[in-house]
């Protein structure tokens, strides 16, 4: 089966025989429990959509969810497409003000929600009140039509809000994933275990790709902490989660099935791949390291083992399906193989759009290639590096590789983050304990560097996905958010 109409996605899947694990019952079904079939969760999308539309919102209208994470994110999307409404999810990680700039550029029909706040509302403790409402029938739309909003991760500001259709998330991205590829392709024994930020758009794809599939148990975890407890009664042969998820796991019994780890987002450092390999008790375990944006789905990936070193090296782009090269940022003219620029990718799965941004996603778009605001090279053979962020960038040095130098070779620091400040040393701010002397030793060959900033993890600013937010950062240390990079393509 193909994905197709994600608002009749868990109808069309409800005869498989996949068990649905949660770390705890679902915002919008407190009483609903931890286990469902997809026939359980077909008829939960059906009664949300009753509610929606009971709440008066019709075909084509917008409906933003802002709520604590968990998978009834995907839940609710499915509901407000089955009704042609479009679906706009918003991370209940953001701050206050960013979440009131986001709804003022989406003006929704109706707000979703566990905050409290005024106007156009329905509030999850208030569901009771219209629990049985009628299920209005499924309304159809075209494929390049509007599906889905969600946003970018923000870290460097107030997050893009990304514009999906049909063509470009399901039927170019999920699509693809919904093969059973050797290796990599889910499998109907598998079990499917994933921690993620389920407002984010790589959710919405993988839930069309992955019910398709018809695994023998998927197990959703609202948040990381739940993994010892929940991955050890369900131990899974494949693990999809945040690169701040895996952060923050020690590697235990609950790993010893997994046979793939797949990661998005953002980089991952050597220690913690290697660890996570190593506490697999599968002969040869894989991580797929993917790389790619809301806006266009993943550009490239990469497969590592237990011997694999520089994680920079982000693989070659999907075959047949993206294309990338390098340009110089104020030229624009592509540069020789192996020399370091701005990387545009080309892709049909690219985004329609941004909600009330139209200028900047223009100014991003470079005919039909996207500048992905990543500085990264090509090599001889083919395969991508990745550098730093435009707007992070520190001339003559790799923030990403000092900070994969630094984490590899300090085990006790469990993230570092390296910042550029103009005029001045970087500024490296780790997490975990560090001593004088081990510090200098570990950074005798880098390039010369400030002392470093030692912070607990709670009070480094972070994105929904767990991403670090630099500037913020930044300017909690110095002051300001002046960097070397222009920012022109956040």
Known sequence: MKPDDMGTLFDECAGSHTTVVLDRPFDIAPDGGTVYDVAGLAALVREASGWLHAAGVRRGDHVAVVKANHYDYDLLACAAIRIGAVPALISGDLPDDTVELLLKRLDPALVVTDRPRSGRVLRLDDLDSIRGSAVPPPVQRHEDDPLVVNHTSGTTGTPKLVVHTTTTIVHRLARFEAVRWPVIGVRRDDVLGNASSYAHGRTFCWTASVFCLAPREIVLLSTPSSAPAVFGEHPPTVVEALPSAYVRWTPGPEFRDVRLFISTYDAMHPPVVRNLLHASRRKRPLWMQGWGQTETGPLTFRFLTRKSGDL???????????RLRVVDPVTFAPVPRGETGLVLARTKARCAGYVGERERWEAKRNGEWWNTGD??????????????????????????????????????????VVLGVPGELPIPVVVGEVDEAGWRAA???????????????????RT???KVRRQELLTRLVGSAETYGTGRWT
Do not use: F, K, N
């Open 312 to 322: 920079r090296d982000l693989g070659r782009p999907v075959p047949g399906r993206t």
């Open 375 to 416: 500085l990264g090279r090509i090599t001889r053979g083919g395969a991508v590096m990745l550098l730093d962020r435009e707007v992070d960038t520190v001339p003559g040095l790799s923030c990403l590789e000092i900070e994969d130098a630094v984490e590899d070779r300090l085990p006790s620091v469990v993230e570092c």
């Open 443 to 461: 950074t005798a060959d880098l390039p010369p560097l400030a002392p470093p900033r030692v912070l607990r993890w709670e009070e480094i600013p």
């Open 464 to 466: 929904g996905t767990g």
